[in-house]
């Protein structure tokens, strides 16, 4: 589904603030997995994920998706095969525009799109459907603006439109981090119902190590722009806060403490 070969990103090249983001990371990732992704601050864990979208330009390497070389695609081209959701409520959806128009839009993804007005009442009865099965009371407010909803209602819409068109993949950039524990939990129940019941190819950075083990069937961390784990199956399974903190020792020979939200 996913497949990565040394993929390289520098930033600022040749410059005295020159950065290598990304060395050689390479990667396949098989359809259906659902992987997490995690790592301190600055270890390539989203510029990743921005690679994947087509964000930038990389400097080496190659990138294939659901079978087709998309390396030298821009980002408005794989948006019809990737779905996001950021960590901030507010860039998911249109705050200005109804529920039920944010919703017809994402429902466009792929698609050609017209100037036509409104929402057709058979679209809105077949939206209305599709988000009563977030169990948030979405469906009977429809007419209302994004921008009146909570932070976690939002971040439930996002989710729900970044997968209303089946993705060949889904890329969920620390789309907890922002919410309270209670709403994030909330988020995470959403997001595992939705990733493994449709079996979407998924992957989830998160700065949370106890999150990262409990969701998801891989685990894969970054440092210093490359991967120095990869845990599946019942490595994965078996696996505690403390031990993937000794792994990221053994792994990366690093003798400092890692970043303290990584032991969340």
Known sequence: ??????????????????????????????????????????????????????????????????GQEITTWPEYKRAKLIGRVFQDPLMGTC???????????????????????????????????QIAELGLGLEDRLSDKAGLLSGGQRQALTMFMATLVRPEVLLLDEHTA?????????????????????????????????????????????????????LSGEEKSRLRVDDLVKRFYEASGDDCTPDRALLG
């Open 1 to 66: 589904m996913i497949e990565v070969t040394n993929l390289t990103k520098y930033f600022h090249q040749g410059s005295v603030n020159e950065t290598l983001a990304l060395r050689k990371v390479s990667l396949n990732v098989t359809e259906g997995q659902f992987v997490t992704v995690i790592g301190s601050n600055g270890a390539g864990k989203s510029t990743f994920l921005n690679a994947l979208a087509g964000c930038f330009t990389i400097d080496h390497g190659s990138i294939v998706m659901a």
């Open 178 to 230: 922002a919410l309270d524990p209670k709403t994030a939990a909330q988020i995470m129940n959403l997001t595992d119902r939705m990733v493994t019941g449709r079996k979407l190819t998924t992957l989830m950075v998160t700065h949370n190590m106890a999150q990262a083990i409990r969701h998801g069937d891989r685990l894969i961390m970054f440092h210093q722009g490359r991967i120095i784990l990869d």
């Open 95 to 129: 705050a200005q525009a109804t529920i039920e128009q944010n919703l017809a839009l994402a429902s466009k993804r792929g698609q050609r799109r017209t100037l036509a007005l409104g929402v057709k009442t058979s679209k809105r009865h077949e939206l209305r459907d």
